[in-house]
């Protein structure tokens, strides 16, 4: 799994990729949601990107990202799957 820092530097290079405008603050609060997996980082990314082109000036910041997020019942605190059970 990607630390929320490694996956906040992933967000942010996709954001250049495709030409969106991005805080640093809006790119760890998708990190933090990501669940450790670049794959669904970059998912929750563009769906937020949709949200802020429509309900913003398509610059995606930390309430645009909160606000996108919780209308997609996405967890604040995701889990990570653990590989052994806790007892």
């Keep these: 799994y990607y630390t929320e820092e490694q996956l906040k530097e992933i967000i942010v290079r996709?954001?250049?990729?495709?030409?969106?405008?991005?805080?640093?603050?809006?790119?760890?609060?998708?990190?933090?949601?990501?669940?450790?997996?670049?794959?669904?980082?970059?998912r929750l990314f563009r769906r937020v990107r949709d949200f802020a082109e429509i309900l913003g000036d398509g610059t995606i910041n930390k309430e645009i990202c909160a606000s996108s997020l919780d209308k997609l019942n996405i967890l604040k605190y995701a889990p990570l799957i653990l590989k052994e059970p806790v007892f």
Excluded: D
């Design 14 to 42: 996709s954001s250049f990729v495709l030409g969106c405008n991005i805080t640093e603050e809006g790119a760890y609060e998708i990190a933090r949601r990501s669940r450790g997996t670049p794959r669904i980082a970059n």
